[in-house]
Antibody
Framework: EVQLVESGGGLVQPGGSLRLSCAAS????????MNWVRQAPGKGLEWISY????????WYADSVKGRFTISRDNAKNSLYLQMNSLRVADTSLYYC???????????WGQGTLVTVSS | QSALTQPASVSGSPGQSITISCTGT?????????VSWYQQHPGKAPKLMIY???NRPSGVSNRFSGSKSGNTASLTISGLQAEDEADFYC??????????FGGGTRLTVL
């Protein structure tokens, strides 16, 4: 069974940093592209970043470019999101998500909540 | 990038068919056959229902179907059932190598 378990969320002040982690199991992690998607409370889904199998290709949404960094460690079956210069608008549930095709996501974690507030 | 445009809500009675539209531009929906649809029940993670415009993942009911014409994609649900009630989101790959989601549609089964 595919499992994606996010961790690292919490309360942080504006301008602060957090590092999210996603532990993958139940599938060959190194064979799948990965994404981070977020959802603000009561709002819709927002894609924020993609990473290819070997980390050679990385994409970001404009809303996080220059502030967030996606990375992966295939040896540890783990995906990461380093978030710097956090803003109140970054408050969301952050999902770790497995890519199915170039633009489809077939598996999602349960999410980790990031709250940016003073 | 702007979100794709979906109706805020649609409704239908059990057994009926409904269609949810997803309108983008020539830079996203109209550019590639890379449109996906997701179902999200309250408090749950999204579930992939359709990928690459019209393909169903294994295990998804054939009551769900997808199509695209120009810059608009559509999700049709036939034989509506009570358990179909949920939020639905479309997404598309874009010419800027990003993914963009629609604003979401709340489906109510009357």
């Amino acid at each position: 069974e595919v499992q994606l378990v996010e961790s690292g969320g919490g309360l942080v002040q504006p301008g602060g940093s957090l590092r999210l982690s996603c532990a993958a199991s139940g599938f060959r992690f190194s064979s799948f592209e990965m994404n981070w998607v977020r959802q603000a409370p009561g709002k819709g889904l927002e894609w924020i970043s993609y990473i290819s199998l070997s980390s050679s290709t990385i994409w970001y949404a404009d809303s996080v470019k220059g502030r967030f960094t996606i990375s992966r460690d295939n040896a540890k079956n783990s995906l990461y999101l380093q978030m710097n210069s956090l803003r109140v608008a970054d408050t969301s549930l952050y999902y770790c998500a497995r890519g199915w095709t170039v633009a489809a996501i077939d598996s999602w974690g349960q999410g980790t909540l990031v709250t940016v507030s003073s | 990038q702007s979100a794709l445009t979906q109706p805020a809500s649609v409704s239908g009675s059990p057994g009926q068919s409904i269609t949810i539209s997803c309108t983008g531009t020539s830079s996203d929906v109209g550019a590639y056959d890379y449109v996906s649809w997701y179902q999200q029940h309250p408090g749950k993670a999204p579930k992939l229902m359709i990928y690459d415009v019209s393909n169903r993942p294994s295990g998804v009911s054939n009551r769900f179907s997808g199509s695209k014409s120009g810059n608009t994609a559509s999700l049709t649900i036939s034989g509506l059932q009570a358990e179909d009630e949920a939020d639905f989101y479309c997404s598309s790959f874009t010419t800027r190598s990003t993914l963009v989601f629609g604003g979401g549609t709340r489906l109510t089964v009357l």
